[in-house]
């Protein structure tokens, strides 16, 4: 498949920005801070996301055998902001006001839990690159509290052309990144033939812990 990467992850940037941007004009300030007036499960949210899933991940990295590449991807993912493309998808299933503000508080404390898991497993392996919190920020704010507070902005001054413009974006945007990441998913497969099953297993496993996890922190309510 004859496709530029770099135009192709490009188009991939300014997709997820514009879907990002749909979802800030999807949202309130009550939106945001639903979780912060939740302190206890604010709290049992971020320990499932920042501490009991990468802790997962590294306990996987150690017990299965794979490459020294793979355990930095699986670590990496494990101690990533949540994605902030998921909380719309994840409506008919739970809480909006909940999905929305866990990632947006999320990706607001990756500003600090990035680099210090970063540190302490750079510590214990001498391999990880450490990254300081106002880099991190640096990356945040520009590809995701940015265009969410623009898209929230606009939703304030006019509600009705935000609404319309939001299901245009992630309309256009969601058809765009399903095309983009199954172009990826062929462009990289001879990686991931070449990473052997055991990549396949390991990230399942990941997922599966991970869904566990969420289950049994996110209670009593059950869209929680």
């Not at 680099?115 to 392996?125: I, M, T």
């Not at 996890?213 to 869209?223: A, C, D, S, Y």
Request: with cysteine; glycine share 8%; proline share 7%.
């Amino acid at each position: 498949m004859n496709v530029d990467p770099d135009f192709l992850l490009r188009l991939l940037q300014i997709c997820i920005t514009a879907l990002i941007l749909a979802i800030g004009m999807q949202s309130t300030v009550d939106d945001l801070t639903y979780l912060w007036r939740r302190p206890r499960l604010l709290t049992k949210s971020m320990l499932a996301m920042y501490v009991l899933v990468p802790l997962a991940a590294v306990g996987l990295a150690r017990v299965l055998p794979m490459p020294f590449g793979l355990k930095v991807a699986v670590v990496v993912v494990a101690i990533s902001a949540g994605a902030p493309l998921v909380p719309r998808k994840l409506m008919p299933l739970s809480n909006d006001s909940y999905v929305f503000s866990v990632i947006a508080t999320s990706s607001l404390l990756a500003i600090v839990t990035v680099p210090l898991w970063l540190v302490a497993l750079s510590a214990l392996s001498g391999a990880m690159p450490e990254i300081s919190p106002s880099e991190v920020g640096r990356l945040l704010g520009r590809a995701f509290l940015l265009p969410l507070a623009v898209g929230m902005g606009l939703r304030m001054l006019a509600p009705d052309f935000a609404a319309k413009l939001a299901d245009i974006l992630l309309k256009v945007g969601g058809i765009v990144l399903t095309l983009g990441g199954v172009i990826l998913l062929v462009l990289g497969w001879p990686l991931l033939k070449e990473a052997g099953w055991i990549s396949l297993l390991v990230l399942g496993l990941l997922t599966f812990i991970s869904l566990a996890i969420g289950h049994l922190m996110g209670g009593p309510e059950e869209e929680n």
